[in-house]
């Protein structure tokens, strides 16, 4: 079956970086993209960016352009999201989710990881 | 950037009733458009994808609808565990990007 798993949560300084893992089970992990999608506490669901596992290829959403990287490693299939210079708005729930694009662009996101809570506070 | 908007916020109803979620889209998303489901503490559900298409596992009583700039995701007699949070998304190839509606609360009147 197929299963996300991610890293455990995180407490950040503002100003610091995070990166948060998504280690990927039950399917080739390179016939498919990993979207990344946040949820501050109490709100709604926010896409931060794609990464294909095919080809590298990446899309980001503009307001975190300059700050999130993502990357994977096809060889333990695991994905990486990296986000620099955080603020307490980034405080929230980070999920990583399979996304049945694979070449240029996000498509359907099905399953899901269990979310990493990371907060920013001083 | 692609906005959707949700309506009711919130949708007041009893087990077996019918629950018509809506959402719209700022302009023409064709049939790119998702909703799931979310329950707390919980990640979200894939229900329907393209617009109309049941995902793996989910039951029949869920039905998605529309096109273009209209969608609508019908739930035809509340289950206990249907109670939640729902949402819309949309895709599109340019630019490429994804966005989810704001979502809409279906709680036990």
Do not use: H
């Not at chain 1, 299963?3 to 039950?26: D, F, R, T, W």
């Not at chain 1, 896409?47 to 590298?56: D, F, H, K, L």
């Not at chain 2, 959707?4 to 998303?29: K, Y």
Request: hydrophobic letters at 30%; glycine letters at 8%.
């Amino acid at each position: 079956q197929v299963q996300l798993v991610q890293s455990g949560a995180e407490v950040k300084k503002p100003g610091a970086s995070v990166k948060v893992s998504c280690k990927a089970s039950g399917y080739t992990f390179t016939s498919y993209g990993i979207s990344w999608v946040r949820q501050a506490p109490g709100q709604g669901l926010e896409w931060m960016g794609w990464i294909s596992a095919y080809n590298g290829n990446t899309n980001y959403a503009q307001k975190l352009q300059g700050r999130v990287t993502m990357t994977t490693d096809t060889s333990t299939s695991t994905a990486y999201m990296e986000l620099r210079s955080l603020r307490s708005d980034d405080t929230a729930v980070y999920y990583c989710a399979r996304d049945s694009g694979n070449i240029a662009a996000a498509d359907t996101i099905d399953y899901w990881g269990q979310g990493t809570l990371v907060t920013v506070s001083s | 950037e692609i906005v959707l908007t949700q309506s009711p916020a919130t949708l007041s109803l009893s087990p077996g009733e019918r629950a018509t979620l809506s959402c719209r889209a700022s302009q023409s998303v064709s049939s790119y458009l998702a909703w799931y489901q979310q329950k707390p503490g919980q990640a979200p559900r894939l229900l329907i994808y393209d617009a109309s298409n049941r995902a793996t596992g989910i039951p029949a009583r869920f039905s998605g609808s529309g096109s273009g700039t209209d969608f609508t995701l019908t739930i035809s007699s509340l289950e206990p565990e249907d109670f939640a949070v729902y949402y819309c998304q949309q895709r599109s190839n340019w630019p490429p990007e994804v966005t989810f509606g704001p979502g809409t609360k279906v709680d036990i009147k």
